[in-house]
């Protein structure tokens, strides 16, 4: 009996130690990497980070695909939008049927992009930080000198003993493709500025303000080679004639800045209304007068300034003004870019010459990007700002479309046939450079901003509560 009444207690204790055991292995199996035991809110926890995780990654895809097919001027669709209003305007010109039915005048064609021009310096004087101007001034002047020199030197170089060119024309040549286009830079400046990327470091606010500076210069050069080669004025004249540009522009463009940041008052109704038709009109005036007076690089010089210590005086309303503003960019974008495509006409490219002037042409943009490189070294950089600064400043357009023709339009006034090909010379450089850098420069400023250069924090955490906000919806 006692036999009998210890076997079942025995087997009542394996059963107990048994389940023990596998209680264990269960605790042990669900201890985390710190060895303390999971409790049932751990354990919650975790699945919700899982969660979390999981909802985070779709997040982020979602953003990226919203980015990708955002309507302009924002996301990555604007770009290839951007670069169909070049081609459009190209096809509208070369396409014998379209072109035949589709004529624009040359008169409505520079005044239109002259008018577009005008709101995206607005915007640009607007746009720009003047702490970061303050800090950047140094190498400010660097950039918008360098480049612009060793490249005009270069491509005169080249097109003196490549495409035979007398050493006048080379330098008209050098000096045509010197300019970097700010129809082309500062919307892409103001899209990355609006993201906050490069916004600490402040490379917007430093290619926007040296872009004009760089176009005085080119342009000052431009006028002196073109009055050496048909003799018209002194050089000195045409030389003094580009500082006497500088001066007026900045000038003119302080007293108007100063005069709009206290008319209209304060206190008047529809403030903001007010001061934007006031800045357009005056910018306007600025950019047309001054082509008018025969200081073409002053007008943009005043526009630039002008806006930029009206905005110093509208801190309140500064954003709405913006706002306004960047509504007539976009209906202006459009007629821009593609009357800058419409300007290349491929029957004016002469075929023995083309091979040449896309050497000569991409020699110089090389030069160039190395030598903007190292204009902005020293200067609290690192590397990847250094290389977007150096892409950045390869777009060209605007300058060279509105001097590209004026070479060729001097030399058939004087009945030269020999400089009427000198003219065509320069004429196709420059159609070849707006063809190529124009659409190239804008794309790759649009990919390489966001991968080369830093985001600012608050951005970061603004975005950062937009994915936690979509997350919990």
């Not at 023990?20 to 199996?29: D, L």
């Not at 035949?100 to 577009?116: E, G, M, Q, Y």
């Not at 400089?419 to 124009?438: K, R």
Request: glycine fraction near 10%; aromatic fraction near 8%; charged fraction near 15%.
């Amino acid at each position: 009996m006692e036999h009998e009444d210890l076997e079942p207690s025995t087997g009542v204790n394996h059963t107990a130690s048994a389940y023990q055991e596998t209680q264990e292995e269960t605790v042990m199996n669900l201890k985390g990497t710190d060895g303390n035991e999971p409790t049932e809110g751990s354990n919650l926890l975790n699945s919700s980070e899982k969660r979390l995780q999981e909802t985070s990654t779709e997040s982020n895809r979602f953003q990226r695909l919203r980015q990708t097919f955002t309507c302009p001027p924002h996301g990555s669709l604007d770009r290839v939008i951007t670069n169909g209003m070049l081609l459009a305007g190209f096809l509208i010109r070369n396409i014998p049927v379209i072109s035949d039915n589709v004529r624009i005048k040359h008169r409505w064609s520079s005044s239109l992009r002259s008018t577009a021009l005008s709101v995206i310096l607005v915007r640009a004087g607007l746009g720009l930080d003047s702490k970061a101007l303050k800090k950047l001034k140094g190498v400010c002047v660097r950039l918008s000198m360098g480049p612009c020199l060793v490249e005009a030197c270069t491509s005169a170089l080249l097109a003196h003993f490549l495409m035979g060119l007398p050493w006048q024309w080379a330098f008209i040549l050098g000096f045509v493709l010197g300019a970097v286009s700010p129809a082309v830079v500062v919307p892409s400046m103001l899209l990355l500025q609006g993201g906050g990327y490069g916004v600490e470091k402040g490379v917007p606010t430093l290619l926007m303000a040296a872009g004009s500076f760089d176009d005085i210069l080119a342009i000052t050069g431009f006028n002196t080679c073109l009055g050496m080669a048909f003799s018209t004025g002194s050089t000195i004249f045409n030389v003094l004639r580009g500082v006497l540009e500088v001066v007026i522009g900045v000038a003119t463009g302080c007293l108007l800045g100063f005069f709009i940041q206290y008319f209209p008052s304060s206190d008047q109704d529809k403030l903001v209304w007010k001061r934007t038709f006031l800045v357009l009109g005056f910018s306007v005036l600025a950019v047309f007068s001054s082509t008018q007076f025969g200081f073409p690089g002053s007008g943009g010089l005043c526009t630039l300034v002008m806006a930029f210590l009206a905005g110093l005086g509208w801190a309140s309303t500064k954003v709405e003004v913006e706002k306004i503003i960047s509504v007539a960019w976009d209906i202006f974008q459009p007629l821009l870019f593609g009357l800058i495509g419409a300007e290349v006409s491929i029957a004016s490219l002469r075929p023995e010459t083309v091979g040449l002037s896309v050497a000569t042409l991409g020699i110089a943009v090389l030069v160039r990007i190395l030598t903007t490189f190292l204009m902005v070294c020293f200067a609290g950089f690192n590397v990847k700002e250094k290389i977007f600064i150096s892409f950045a400043w390869l777009p060209k357009a605007t300058v060279q479309a509105a001097i590209g023709s004026v070479a060729l339009d001097t030399a058939r006034s004087h009945g030269e046939k020999q400089l009427e090909e000198y003219g065509m010379d320069v004429l196709t450089v420059a159609f070849l450079a707006i063809l190529i850098t124009a659409p190239v420069g804008s794309v790759l400023i649009g990919l390489l901003g966001p991968r080369l250069l830093q985001k600012a924090e608050h951005q970061n955490k603004d975005q950062e509560v937009q994915e936690e906000t979509s997350i919990q919806v």
